[in-house]
């Protein structure tokens, strides 16, 4: 399948900036996505750029992508501590098949 | 408006009994899968259907079969349950088109003895 990476853990104080960061090799993806889970519930998607926008914007989400260097980021504002979760980035390769990484988590320490 | 559903949230079996774990959609999508969901390994794809009579192999289909009679009803069946197949499974569907995302079940927690 295809390899699409994270960092698995991400710490921040509550009221800072959250930048979770995914990289993926598929040059051919054409949605990529950004899914939250919170502890034993499913994937609550939470924002998804086609692949030929740099920037898409939503409330207190940022999503950046550069294609070039198949870079992806989500910068949460105002990080909450509801926001601490496990945050997975995914690609879509085909129209079928949805590719994850290995999600990160986030703690947002009050 | 109910979603994706999955049935049991949890079950324990016994290496080499069988089960099937259901999955139902009341959305109309057309596209349904399931995933299975390890520590540090993110959500890998099992099996997947694009319409009712339809399915296909993800990339981890072995141990794993699946039927799609309805386009409501995606079960998966372990026939012969293993310890590696402990594991966290999701089913999710979609429209099908690349620009809709899938929504995904609350899960199915199943361990193997």
């Known amino acids: 399948g295809e390899d699409v990476e994270q960092s698995l853990f991400l710490s921040v104080r509550e009221g800072d900036s959250s930048v979770i960061n995914c990289t993926y090799t598929d040059s051919s993806s054409t949605y990529l996505y950004w899914y939250k889970q919170e502890p034993g519930a499913g994937l609550q998607l939470l924002t998804y750029i086609f692949s030929n926008m740099d920037m898409k914007q939503d409330q207190r989400l940022t999503v950046l992508l550069n294609k070039k260097d198949k870079h992806l980021s989500l910068r949460i504002a105002d990080t909450q501590t509801g926001d601490s979760a496990i945050y997975f980035c995914?690609?879509?390769?085909?129209?079928?098949?949805?590719?994850f990484g290995t999600g990160t988590r986030l703690t947002v320490i009050p | 408006n109910a979603g994706v559903t999955q049935t049991p949230k949890f079950q324990v079996l016994k290496t080499g009994q069988s089960m099937t774990l259901q999955c139902a959609q009341d959305m109309n999508h057309e596209y349904m899968s399931w995933y299975r969901q390890d520590p540090g390994m993110g959500l890998r794809l099992i099996h997947y259907s694009v319409g009712a009579g339809i399915t296909d192999q993800g990339e981890v289909p072995n141990g794993y079969n699946v039927s799609r009679s309805t386009t409501e009803d995606f079960p998966l069946r372990l026939l012969s349950a293993a310890p590696s197949q402990t594991s966290v499974y999701f089913c999710a569907s979609s429209f099908g088109q690349e620009s809709q995302p899938q929504h995904f079940g609350d899960g199915t927690r199943l361990s193997i003895l």
């Open positions: 995914a690609e879509r390769a085909g129209a079928n098949n949805l590719f």
